[in-house]
């Protein structure tokens, strides 16, 4: 037997309910390979699985949790053996499949990563989806020709888990980072990350009034979307590249195709659910070697299962900074 986080709708009310109960190993959805689970962590999406209604949930009972580290205890696939230590992301795992809330999980062999050299669990779940969408973001600016001294590349969300990472890797990469907060409370931990400038989130909050402005950026990894996204487009610099990792802002862009025709400015979409395996090996490959592990730390809360509920309303109020890990054994 073993401890999760199972959320089960109200058929009265409508709403959600988390409890912590026992569950056994015939209890877990089909898959190739059963792991034990170390950590986990607090994501926008967990937030929205948690929430009153439900969210990305599409059948209960649920297992929330996006993403997980832990140690191969059966496979039933070759490339995995017991012992092995492993990271999965994406593929709808805490959405349609049970997730890593949990002490134990059984998943796809498909899915699953081996945890790079040099990383622990903790380390791995501290980087989490945000940190691999980052470094995924990252990659995406690099493969459109971003090198350090382009000028200085804006972030947005700095604050959040997706920002967070992707400011210490860029500044641990030799970029001039510029963190957008609009939290002031902030600016120590964001300088602490390597930002070099924080931009007033307000600055960039204002209705677009012309398409095109005073070139800016260098480059953009944007996690909020909508009015911010159509704003940054028209102050990137000629060919930049602005790689969007998030809609917390909403899915609506109110933009000119100007910048995109008069700037060759370049829109990239970022998704980090269905990554094939050699992007995702590539990604966790380089987050073990240009992650600077040591500013990890200030970014992690940890957080175990009973604390989760509260978390999810945190997260979706936008009052979580950094990374939340959550230690299911603890």
């Given amino acids: 037997m073993f401890n999760a986080l199972l959320v089960d709708k109200n058929t009265e009310t409508g709403n959600t309910e988390a409890r912590i109960t026992s569950l056994s190993i015939d209890d877990l959805p089909a898959g190739d390979v059963l792991v034990a689970v170390d950590y986990s962590t607090v994501n926008y999406k967990d937030g929205l699985c948690l929430g009153a209604g439900g969210g990305l949930v599409r059948s209960y009972p649920h297992i929330p949790g996006i993403d997980f580290a832990g140690t191969v205890e059966a496979s039933q696939d070759a490339r995995f053996t017991p012992g092995d230590?492993?990271?999965?992301?994406?593929?709808?795992?805490?959405?349609?499949?049970?997730?890593?809330?949990?002490?134990?999980?059984?998943?796809?062999?498909?899915?699953?990563?081996?945890?790079?050299?040099?990383?622990?669990?903790?380390?791995?779940?501290?980087?989490?989806t945000a940190g691999f969408t980052a470094m995924l973001a990252v990659l995406g600016l690099e493969k459109q020709g971003l090198k350090p001294g382009a000028g200085p590349v804006l972030v947005t969300g700095a604050a959040g888990g997706v920002g967070s990472v992707a400011t210490a890797l860029l500044a641990n990469l030799g970029?001039?980072?510029?963190?957008?907060?609009?939290?002031?409370?902030?600016?120590?931990?964001?300088?602490?990350?390597?930002?070099?400038?924080?931009?007033?989130?307000?600055?960039?909050?204002?209705?677009?009034?012309?398409?095109?402005?005073?070139?800016?950026?260098?480059?953009?990894?944007?996690?909020?979307?909508?009015?911010?996204?159509a704003r940054i487009l028209g102050q990137m610099q000629y060919g930049a590249s602005v790689a969007a990792v998030g809609l917390a802002g909403g899915a609506d862009l109110p933009a000119s195709v100007i910048p995109f025709l008069l700037r060759g400015v370049n829109l990239l979409g970022i998704d980090s659910v269905l990554q094939p395996y050699e992007n995702r090996r590539v990604a966790w490959e380089r987050l073990a070697k240009d992650l600077p592990l040591e500013k990890l730390e200030?970014?992690?809360?940890?957080?175990?299962?009973?604390?989760?509920?509260?978390?999810?309303?945190?997260?979706l109020a936008g009052q979580v900074k950094g990374r939340i890990v959550v230690d299911v054994n603890a």
Avoid: F
């Avoid at 997730?99 to 990383?119: C, F, H």
């Avoid at 602490?192 to 095109?212: D, H, I, N």
């Fill in 175 to 229: 970029y001039d980072v510029a963190a957008v907060t609009g939290r002031p409370e902030t600016e120590s931990y964001l300088r602490a990350l390597g930002a070099t400038q924080l931009v007033p989130r307000s600055s960039l909050s204002e209705t677009v009034k012309r398409p095109l402005e005073s070139e800016a950026w260098a480059g953009c990894i944007d996690a909020v979307g909508s009015s911010m996204l």
């Fill in 298 to 315: 200030s970014m992690i809360q940890v957080a175990q299962l009973s604390d989760l509920p509260q978390l999810g309303r945190d997260i």
């Fill in 85 to 128: 230590k492993v990271v999965l992301t994406g593929w709808r795992v805490g959405e349609m499949h049970w997730g890593g809330y949990s002490q134990k999980a059984r998943v796809n062999a498909d899915w699953l990563v081996p945890l790079p050299e040099g990383l622990t669990p903790r380390q791995a779940m501290a980087v989490g």
